[in-house]
DNA sequence: GTGAAAGCGCTAACAA
DNA sequence: TTGTTAGCGCTTTCAC
């Protein structure tokens, strides 16, 4: 059985393709009777539009890309949720790409992405150079999300992660916390991600009067639970000792809980950690997890705003937008009360 | 700037719209000279390839679309990491589309579909009817994932979930507990998953000799974490005990370690816990989760493999196929020894 | 080995 | 208000 097509269904009404194309689109000026025969052909057929016709005769495709390191990631999975979320409602559908994290991988997405496939891609660089990524993307809109410096022309949405960590800091300092180490940072070449944290950390405790001990800096072998909690357990046997950790992201901090419960040590009575992201499992670790919550409805909005802006043709300079945060208190760095 | 046509190209070269169709195609029967010289028109205009032009004309779009409730749950997450991976192995890539879980939602994933957006479309129902599914769906290829009875006409592909919940049931008898509770189901209209969980806990139970005592299951307002903690905790307030508790997934699960914690009650000392997904989590939770560990690489690729049969043409009735499972054994619930 | 031309299904400018 | 028609960019017979 062949493919009902507009033709058909005007043929089958006795009109033409254009009022059939009218009726489908609900628009106004068609006189009802007209309007209740097609709409019959169109049931009787059982017609379902095809897109691929239409996006070639419109040029638009009706789909935006989300593309970052790994969905499986809980920060990750839960942007692309509101994302795919908030498209949905704005008319688009979501196209989801992974990268795996390499530059191999962010190379591909950026190069591989067909004319017309998309009409808009929100991409979470990290290791891409962000000119490299605005050469490559001349043609389509894109709107970049996260650290780093992006270049004049394209649209960026990120939240101010030097100021985050040294909130989040500034909080360990206040609960009298003196020896604060850092962990969960790429061991080689950081992520400009990390690298803002790092420097937040750096800030607040110079701010405070306290020396940056570069000993309690522990980055692990790749940003994951399992690897912090493998380098901050090596540090604890080695015998090293901190009060307080500030992690990269969550996942470090749930890696460090890990740790440090596994070798008896209270938290946050001897060690207090902060976490970065609060992604959701952040409120069920035990202790949970005081951590900074990005407002990533607002990236998500900002995100889609801009792009669809660009994508109904705005041609200006790029834009560099902040999305807000707050700092999460729980129970493993608790109020200073 | 105009974007360039393969016409240009042609034109440019000095040749037909179909020699340089069968350059860009890598087509064998092409002279080198001919060959040469397209390409160099090829890159000295950067030809890019318009994806909606080559899906009108072979009528294939290269997408699949994966559906399921909701992307932030880890499962999905991590099911979505694979599937991707492997459909852009494939060469496909991945419309990603969320039902919340409602009948509403899935019915406008199903119903909503235009014609010729995917080639393929695999899919979690939770609570459409399967029937209602396969009607919609007699056009566009279509595989299950999940429990529930699929119809006789769609693929589907899930985890003998009764044998897997009747495993880890049995693990915590052999620990010697009696009193186990079954927790983090639907309060009202349990979802095919629950139902089938709950099957196997209660034929683990009856094999033993222990009758089911209905006091012992705890079901949650909806499938989460927060909610099963509340109504585990609820539950244990009013002062109901038990020694184990077999839960409806991990998210259940590490409410229920929460809520347990909370009061003071230790795991696995007291309580023991088994969870469902072994989702990466599950490691990083204090105590550790034992937990049913579905292949979900082997769901992942037996579904695009059927997926792919069916897009090349396969008309057959519909397969069966069930992927494997493991229990892992860590600390919330450790081996008898 | 290469070219010409007829679609693929839909939209939109222009007529009527 | 409705119809006609020329594309959108690519693929693919079928000649040459």
New binding site residues.
Partial sequence: M?????????RHA?????????V??D?????P???EKVQRALDELG?????????????RSGMLALAFSDVSMPYFSELARLVSNEASRRGYRLLLEQTGGTLAGERAIVSTME??LVDGVIFQHSVMSSTEIAQHREDVPLVLLGEGHAPVSVDHVMVDNVAATATATRHLIALGRRRIGFAGHEEESPSATSGDRLMGYQQALEEAGIRVDMSLLLPSKSVSAHEAAFSIGRALDRGLRFDALVCRDDLAAIGALRALQERGIDVPGTVAVVGWDDISMASFTHPSLTTIAPDTEAIANIALDMLEERIGGYDGLGRHRIAGFSLVVRESAPASS
Same sequence: chains 1, 2.
């Fill in positions: 062949r493919r009902i097509r507009l033709e058909d269904v005007a006795g009109v033409s393709m254009k009022t059939v194309s009218n489908v689109h628009y106004p000026h068609v006189s009777r007209t309007r017609y379902r539009p095809n897109a691929s016709g239409r996006r070639l005769a419109t040029g004319a017309g």
